[in-house]
């Protein structure tokens, strides 16, 4: 019975919590949202673009 009122306990403060946590409005969403793809787009190109080269400069090495 302490583990489950301990549970209750916490429930209840995090509940208290999100309260208190500033939300952002829904064009900030979108626009932070909108940020991260874009940057995870381009990260991910730029990985992929190394990844390329440096293959293809692994197979000219091994190659000869």
Same mark, same amino acid.
């Given at each position: $019975?302490? %583990?489950?009122?301990? %549970?209750?306990?916490?429930?209840?403060?995090? =509940? $208290?919590? +999100?309260? =208190?946590?500033?939300?952002? !409005? =829904?064009?900030?969403?979108?626009?932070?949202?909108? $940020?991260?793809?874009?940057?995870?787009?381009?990260?991910? +190109?730029?990985?992929?673009? +190394?990844?390329? *080269?440096? %293959? *293809? +400069? %692994? =197979?000219?090495?091994? !190659?000869?």
């Amino acid at each position: $019975m302490k %583990l489950l009122k301990r %549970l209750g306990q916490y429930l209840r403060e995090v =509940r $208290m919590e +999100l309260k =208190r946590v500033q939300w952002p !409005s =829904r064009r900030e969403f979108v626009v932070y949202t909108g $940020m991260v793809i874009f940057a995870v787009v381009v990260f991910g +190109l730029l990985f992929w673009g +190394l990844d390329t *080269a440096f %293959l *293809a +400069l %692994l =197979r000219l090495v091994i !190659s000869n």
